[in-house]
């Protein structure tokens, strides 16, 4: 089974200032990868999704991911944050066959004004 | 647009009790999956179906059963709920490109 792991379950960043949150995954053979965002009482919603087409995907609000094979990582970048980034965030990995979806913990990330 | 609709955002329930949770999608999709978000611990799968009256377990299927008669609507039973299952219950569906939607969730409260 996959397992994912999501370093920092709390992040705090200035308003302006670099996101980066962590995800590595445990896998030989390269899945599919996920960054979903929970906004307060709501269900996930996709932020962006890797597929093999490329190894920097670029998501919605201005969010992107790299994927690097050699580190089993897919971090989660945005270049300034703003203070709608605040939410939280999950990597979840899924393998090419079958139906199963592996999430991470999740990352809490407070955007300070 | 996509949409996953749970019944219900909030329940109190008693110990004891059966418990429905419905979800609906609008979307067509085989494959719906329950999940229960609990903080720490991410998302954890209960049950998921891939198609009518189809059923598969998850990670933590142990109090719980699910029912799917028809392709639209997928529910998640608590027999008898206890205290451990207050939590937060998600309902998702996947698309064709293994993406999924979910529902706004229903929060728990077993008493």
């Known amino acids: 089974a996959q397992s994912v792991t999501q370093l920092g379950s709390h992040v705090s960043v200035s308003e302006g200032a670099l996101v980066l949150l962590r995800c590595n995954y445990s896998s030989s053979v390269p899945p599919y990868l996920f960054w979903y965002v929970q906004y307060p009482n709501q269900g996930l919603q996709l932020l962006l999704k890797y597929t093999s087409a490329a190894t920097l995907v670029k998501g919605i609000n201005g969010f992107e991911a790299e994927f690097k094979k050699s580190e089993t990582s897919f971090h989660l970048t945005k270049p300034s944050a703003h203070m709608s980034d605040a939410a939280e965030y999950f990597c979840?990995?899924?393998?090419?066959?079958?139906?199963?979806?592996?999430f991470g913990t999740g990352t809490s990330l407070t955007v300070i004004p | 647009d996509v949409k996953v609709t749970q019944s219900s955002r909030y329940l109190v329930k008693r110990t004891g009790e059966k418990v429905f949770l419905e979800c609906v999608q609008d979307m067509d999709h085989e494959n719906m999956f329950w999940y229960r978000q609990d903080p720490g611990l991410g998302l954890r799968l209960i049950y998921f179906?891939?198609?009518?009256?189809?059923?598969e377990k998850g990670d933590i299927p142990e109090g719980y059963s699910v029912s799917r008669e028809k392709k639209e609507r997928f529910s998640l039973i608590l027999e008898s709920a206890s205290t451990n299952q207050t939590s937060m219950y998600l309902c998702?569906?996947?698309?064709?490109?293994?993406?999924?939607?979910f529902g706004a969730g229903t929060r728990l409260s077993v008493l």
């Open positions: 979840a990995v899924s393998e090419n066959t079958g139906n199963q979806f592996y």
């Open positions: 179906s891939y198609d009518v009256k189809m059923k």
């Open positions: 998702a569906s996947r698309d064709p490109w293994d993406i999924q939607y």
